[in-house]
């Protein structure tokens, strides 16, 4: 382009006119450059080369225009290639690629329950899953925060610490009061059986160890009468002796019958 | 066959470099390597080398010197000798190359015309008679540097016909040399702007060289 522009013949014919000879006699040109050179030694004399600062008119640095789309055309080449070693490296620790393939379904639900029995209660499941998958999921820490929330629920319910043990024996002792006080006579076993078979009679059983352990497990504590009444077995036999445990008020009643 | 002989014996003693190197092989060889003394001799210039800086003005003045023909006419000298004041003054603040330092110095150079067309533009236009006075001698040199095909006057006459920007984008590509983006530069202009300008320009020039019969 440049040289098409510069070598067509308008081109030539030009040049040779305009910055040839012309005007341009020895004497012109020496007169020029002595002018210049004069004004170049005093500049340089005075310290004017070396103190003068560089202007953005003043950098002609090929940087400017012509390389700098080399320079962004090398940048995108180097972004490109970071991009992809840095996504090699992740696929290579593993931690990504197990959750973009095939095996994300089993994680979301055994994670929790994985984590759950870990701590304390079921180590034979953990120890059943825990085989490829578990240091996985354990070495991944994305996904180990999440499942920690529905985790805690999951272990109150299935070893109640103190709370969950009170409140499970509150509902057992409140059960029995009320059968008791309705109908001593009239509905005796069959309530009580309705109320030993609710979902909280169970888990308070489970908790227990069995039927026979819950007043031992929930003794102690509000009612000492409460475990004599429950030796004979809360929901069969002990009707007409464990109403009269129900509440310390009746202790006085029940040490009369004892003694007639 | 005037012609031939000029233009051969121009190519080598202007100083005319191309750029970039498109066109034939000696003119591309020539430029890139005179460019890159260029580059060398400013490069020492800027540490204080005086014969390095007579030698940058040799290679440098003569297509300044078209370039302001071109636009101010016979003041050009004038100009020419205020424009390598201030470059002689100014070189410590240059960064760039051979091809850089064409571009730095048709910057200055520029500045020193137009600043130069406002103060003849401010004070009393001459004559026409004076101006045709003032014109002859530079002919007459013309005639006798042998310049058969285009005289000086005619060619500035050639210049004068076309439009300001194609005329300077012919000028500082042809006449000083620069390239594309560094005409741009110069003339703060887009370089595609400029490109088309100086193909426009070229081509009305060629055709009313042609209309003339040369």
Redesign the interface.
């Known amino acids: 382009?440049?040289?098409?522009?510069?070598?067509?013949?308008?081109?030539?014919?030009?040049?040779?006119?305009?910055?040839?000879?012309?005007?341009?006699?020895d004497d012109?040109?020496t007169q020029?450059?002595k002018?210049?050179?004069a004004?170049?030694?005093?500049?340089?004399d005075a310290g004017?080369?070396?103190?003068?600062?560089?202007?953005d008119?003043?950098?002609?640095?090929?940087a400017d225009?012509?390389r700098r789309p080399r320079r962004s055309l090398k940048a995108v080449v180097a972004a490109l290639v970071a991009s992809v070693t840095l996504g090699g490296v992740a696929v290579a620790t593993g931690g990504l690629p197990e959750n973009f393939l095939g095996t994300p379904a089993p994680p979301p639900g055994e994670r929790p329950t994985r984590s759950v029995p870990a701590p304390a209660s079921e180590p034979t499941r953990t120890g059943e899953t825990g085989g490829g998958t578990g240091d996985a999921s354990r070495s991944a820490p994305p996904g180990t925060t999440a499942p920690l929330p529905p985790e805690k629920d999951l272990l109150e319910s299935p070893a109640p610490p103190g709370k969950s043990r009170e409140a499970l024996c509150r509902a057992f002792v409140n059960g029995e009061g009320k059968t008791e006080g309705k109908a001593e006579g009239k509905t005796e076993g069959k309530a009580e059986g309705k109320a030993s078979k609710s979902t909280a009679w169970e888990r308070l059983v489970a908790a227990a160890g069995g039927e026979e352990l819950v007043p031992a497990y929930c003794g102690g504590d509000s009612v000492p009468a409460r475990g004599l009444a429950a030796e004979p077995r809360p929901g069969e036999e002990g009707n007409g002796r464990s109403g009269s445990t129900g509440t310390s008020g009746k202790g006085a009643e029940r040490s009369r019958a004892d003694r007639s | 066959m005037g012609v031939r002989g000029v233009k051969r014996s121009v190519g080598e003693g202007t100083g005319h470099a191309p750029a970039t190197a498109h066109g034939p092989e000696q003119d591309a060889r020539f430029g890139a390597g005179r460019d890159a003394r260029l580059g060398a001799v400013v490069e020492r210039a800027r540490h204080g080398d005086e014969e390095a800086f007579a030698e940058a003005y040799r290679m440098v003045h003569p297509g300044l010197l078209g370039y302001l023909r071109g636009i101010v006419g016979e003041d050009a000298e004038d100009v020419a000798s205020d424009a390598w004041l201030e470059i002689a003054r100014d070189l410590g603040r240059f960064r760039g190359d051979g091809a850089g330092f064409r571009g730095w110095t048709a910057t200055i150079a520029r500045h020193r015309a137009l600043d130069h067309l406002r103060r003849v533009r401010a004070r009393p236009r001459p004559t026409r008679f004076e101006q045709d006075l003032l014109e002859l001698p530079a002919a007459g040199d013309a005639a006798g540097e042998a310049l058969d095909a285009l005289s000086t006057e005619r060619a500035l006459a050639l210049i004068a016909g076309l439009p300001q920007d194609q005329a300077e984008a012919v000028l500082l590509r042809v006449v000083v040399g620069l390239d594309g983006p560094s005409a741009a530069r110069v003339l703060g202009k887009r370089p595609g702007a400029v490109r088309s300008a100086a193909h426009r320009g070229l081509r009305r020039l060629a055709t009313q060289l042609k209309g003339r019969g040369r």
């Open positions: 382009m440049p040289d098409e522009l510069r070598d067509s013949e308008p081109g030539e014919l030009l040049r040779a006119a305009l910055s040839g000879g012309p005007g341009a006699g012109a040109v020029g450059e002018g210049a050179l004004a170049f030694r005093a500049a340089r004017l080369h070396a103190s003068l600062p560089t202007r008119l003043d950098d002609w640095t090929p225009e012509r």
